[in-house]
């Protein structure tokens, strides 16, 4: 039904990107990667699912989409023109713990790394600034996205 109505103005286009990354860094590579340091991975598991869910909202903001409703988000990921390459399977990489070992965290923070590599491009082609996709930390958001 959101995908209805029209795009976001430009101004608030932009907004959003740089919310939704500022989270999605926030809680992965960041945060995950610092309680993989402390070996408290269940805390890492957390951190990477959440970021998986920002990023995945992001990934539909930068195909000018309205962010699906969280049931339905996985079946509309299909449709956009862009995605990064096996998104999907990606996602259930990261989602999915096999074991609770140190290796298996690092391998997806590897995952969530080339993510932002890909998604780091994108945001400047669209006009956020590099400072900002760089270092979003160093700047004040306006408020929490939905997930």
Known sequence: ML??????PRKVW???LFLYWYFA???????SGKAIQRNDLPLAQLYLAQATEYYTALIFILNHSFVPYR???LRELGKLAFKPENYEESMLKILTVRGWIEKEFEDKQRIVNELA??????LVEA???EEKVKNPWKFKVTYVPRT
């Open 3 to 8: 995908a209805k109505y029209q795009q976001y």
């Open 14 to 16: 932009l907004e959003k």
């Open 25 to 31: 860094t926030a809680n992965a590579p960041y945060d």
């Open 71 to 73: 049931k339905w988000r």
């Open 117 to 122: 590599i890909v998604l780091e491009k994108k």
């Open 127 to 129: 006009g956020i600034s």
